[in-house]
């Protein structure tokens, strides 16, 4: 079926790709993972790595690499449906988005490898990069969307759509700046001690971002629903 016909068809199966390709392989990753895998603090990249997952980190790999595929396929369902109204916009959180997927998709790939061109942490570096480009592109789907007149008596799913995107970035940026603030102003104990909690785990936030962003794209398709482009 046309992508440019049936945005909302074609989304549709891009979350059962998602649900499988990210939740259903790392979930499965994780059950197997050498000792105790503990999603609040151990961050995604663990499961990819051959140091700390050495027998099952190709399943994470693939998992991931065939998340940035259908992410970057997403982009094209959500520009076929908002170009019309919002074209600048729309496009340029299309570009972001794919930026991010193939991030992501290079990130995957080369996570078996110890050292790529001369860089130790050059996964951890483009997993990074891959995580700033989503982050940018759904706050730009955000204001898109929210804000168009097709969707302004959809307050429930609009006020969703911007909860699901500031609740993980906003967390993340305040767990940072704490950090940091912590650094400045307590002692080397202190520090460490919150450096360890919770609200300062990177690996909580980015499970979390996971969480939200395809819960996000499950709203969106919502959107997509009908004849009528967004």
């Known amino acids: 079926?046309?992508?440019?016909?049936?945005?909302y068809s074609t989304a549709r199966l891009l979350l059962i790709g998602l649900a499988i390709s990210f939740f259903g392989l790392l979930f499965l990753t994780a059950?197997?993972?050498?000792?105790?895998?503990?999603?609040?603090?151990?961050?995604?990249?663990?499961?990819?790595?051959?140091?700390?997952?050495?027998?099952f980190h190709g399943v994470a790999s693939l998992g991931l690499a065939w998340t940035g595929v259908f992410l970057w396929m997403f982009a094209d369902c959500l520009l076929a449906a908002t170009r019309a109204a919002t074209p600048r916009l729309a496009?340029?959180?299309?570009?972001?988005?794919?930026?991010?997927?193939?991030?992501?998709?290079l990130a995957a790939l080369i996570s078996s490898q110890d050292r790529w061109l001369g860089r130790p942490r050059l996964h951890e570096d483009l997993a990074e990069l891959a995580?700033?480009?989503?982050?940018?592109?759904?706050?730009l789907w955000t204001w898109g969307l929210v804000t168009r007149p097709a969707t302004t008596k959809r307050y429930g799913l609009k006020i969703m759509l911007v909860l699901l995107t500031l609740l993980p970035l906003g967390g993340l940026l305040l767990s940072r700046a704490a950090l940091f603030i912590a650094y400045l102003r307590d002692s080397r104990a202190d520090y460490e001690q919150f450096k360890h909690s919770l609200f300062c785990s990177?690996?909580?936030?980015?499970?979390?971002?996971?969480?939200?962003?395809?819960?996000?794209?499950?709203?969106?398709?919502?959107?997509?629903?009908g004849r009528t482009p967004l």
């Open 1 to 7: 079926m046309s992508l440019k016909h049936s945005p």
């Open 131 to 139: 995580g700033l480009f989503l982050g940018l592109a759904f706050v």
């Open 91 to 105: 496009i340029r959180a299309s570009r972001l988005q794919k930026a991010g997927a193939m991030w992501l998709i």
């Open 202 to 225: 990177l690996a909580f936030w980015e499970w979390s971002g996971a969480v939200c962003l395809y819960l996000f794209l499950v709203v969106a398709t919502f959107l997509l629903k």
């Open 31 to 55: 059950s197997i993972y050498p000792g105790q895998y503990d999603w609040r603090y151990r961050v995604i990249s663990s499961l990819a790595s051959p140091k700390d997952n050495p027998h």
